[in-house]
């Protein structure tokens, strides 16, 4: 312990403190919350001050055994006076209430405290502890909490009987999970759990016989532990194919969060467990950390964030293989694909231009736009064609799940590197479809209205466009930007539908409707559905991306903030219609500055999208942030070194000969 004395007036204070428990019956926690006062640091303190009051409250432990058993029989009356079964059963697990409820509830502890029930061992810890003891503890040396455990002993404490400190907390554990197991949800990804002896209920008749002493050690109950996390596992599995819900993976986790807090009280419990003090000292922090996060609001959102992005990119990453080209055949597939939606993408643009003129009221007018980018980009979609942009969100999560699986830095690199390649070839040829069909086909389309005595858009439109696209005199990268948020929440909200189709069993559900079926026919109408079964997700994704292109630029008029959009496709578009309009008159600067706009806007949406959909999917592994945030990163490092290492297509790519 070769660490600054602690100061000797706190050493004192810790002293007469514990000779106060050696004169005093154990009460009702008040000497021990004055002793814990003054061992954590105080507000003009440095954390290390706890430390080494910790330091100082062993040695006077080890100098006087008066005093070790002064402060156990504290400990032991204070367990045995408060209930402790909550704390032991539910602090740091998941909440059983929905997340809305949930939600509501720690929005209004914050505006109003709870109240705090001090016959609650929970309560009584909550109170007791500040913000700063979470950062002190959790840096502690773990050997000082283990010591401070074989001083006081404590092992008797907690032995199974009495005075029974964790019997109730695994007996309680022990009916939850078996409660847990029989969950609706749960059965219904399998049924097997209900068809055959379920472990989840084996479990709980297994600890409630070694709690009332007719079984002699744990090794049945650990058995059945691991069948019950096999189901887990299995239903994770299968979830993968029939789809799942928030429900179904807070149940799960739930239940897996609770067999490994009934492990560890056990493990206390069993007197054939070796070093319980390890495992009590890591409890220890454990609670502490969940007294700290009871309440917040943040951690809530962090959680169910989480979840639901494991749930979202799992559908995602299955999409995002075919926004991969690997090969020329792939490549010069993804040109005319995108080729093909660049020409859809000119047609929106001229609409959007001739909806404006009309000059409608503001809703008016964002509910049409927002109807022709949803209907343009359903239709790409149905087309088989492709919007350039959309590729990252969606690649991005089927590489995240793949990167989280290698753990050595140079297996990584050359995944990064390998993916980058393929991005940037599949995204050179998607962009390079998008931009030179949508220029094109907006230049015939200007010309054939030309033709025809009419103009696709005024000459003082033409200026207003090339104003919007340029990169330095406007804030078109910062609507760039904008944009490509939308595309990453595009490619949430194709993922989460595509699981919902699957889970709810829509395109099943939807062939039952009597009304098509008289219309249409009843083979004709379950032909559409099964043409539409895997494209459920898409056209979601789509309508919404169509929705909020045509919104936010109508949100931000209405509320009086900068807010607006801009697409690659739809600027190297408006940039044909403009130099049209403009009769070809326009100085090289200008025609330079657009076509670099147009670039640059590509970029930014193409990095906002990606970095956005590549981080959730890391996290969405379980990927911490600090190493998501370095793994993106070096994904955007590789990225933008791609073009530089690409030496033509491996020899397996190569075209065949026509």
Known sequence: MASPAPDDHTTSFIEQTLARMAEAPPADGTLLARLWFHVQPHANQPLTAAHDNLHALIALLERNPV??????????????????????????????????????????????????????????LDALITPRDHAWIRTADPADWIRVCDLLELRQVFRR?????????????????????????????DPALEEYDSPFLALHHEVDAWLRGASEDTRQIDVLLEQCDEALDRVRRRSEELGTSVELTLQSTRLSQQMTRMRSLIALADPATEAPHSLLARLFVELIEASNERHSVGSLIR??????????????????????????????????????????????????????????????????????YALGFVLIYLLHLTIATKQPAMTASLFARTLAEVRSQRAQQKLLNEFADKVWRSQAAAILGNMLFAFATAVLLS??????GHTAIARDKAALLLAEIDPFGSAALFYAAVAGVGLFLAGIVSGYYDNQCVYHSIPERLQRLPLP????????????????????????????????????????????????????????AN????????????????VLTSIAGVVLIGLVNLTVSFSLAFYLALRATRTSRRDSGHLLLRGLAAILKAPFRWNGPSPREEPRPD
């Open 67 to 124: 005093y070790i058993a002064a402060l156990r029989d504290h400990l032991v009356a204070l367990f045995a006076g408060k209930k402790s079964t909550r704390l032991l059963t539910e602090a740091g697990l998941l909440p059983y209430r929905a997340f809305g409820a949930e939600f509501r509830r720690r929005i209004a502890f914050k505006l109003l405290p709870p109240e705090l029930d001090p016959s609650r061992l929970r309560d009584w």
């Open 161 to 189: 009987g009495e005075p029974g400190v964790l019997t109730s907390a695994i007996s309680s554990l022990s009916h939850r999970i078996a409660a847990g197991g029989l969950d609706a949800e749960l059965l219904r990804i």
């Open 303 to 372: 959680d169910t964030a989480g979840r639901l992005a494991r749930q979202i990119t799992q559908f995602a990453s299955q999409t995002g293989e075919h926004y991969v080209a690997e090969g020329w055949g792939a490549l010069k597939k993804m040109f005319w694909t995108a080729s093909g939606g660049g020409v859809i993408v000119a047609g929106m643009a001229l609409l959007k231009t001739q909806v404006a003129a009309l000059h409608l009221a503001p809703l008016q007018e964002a509910l049409l736009v927002s109807l022709d």
């Open 447 to 452: 010309l054939a209205l030309d033709a025809a």
């Open 517 to 572: 079926q008289r219309l249409l026919g009843v083979g004709r109408w379950n032909t559409i559905v099964e043409a539409l079964r895997p494209r459920w997700g898409g056209i979601a994704g789509n309508l919404f991306f169509g929705f909020y292109l045509g919104l936010v630029a109508a949100f931000g008029i209405l509320a009086g903030l900068p807010l607006d959009i801009r697409h690659i496709a739809f600027s190297a």
């Open 575 to 590: 940039f044909g219609y403009a130099w049209q309009a403009l009769e070809w008159q326009l100085a090289p600067a200008v």
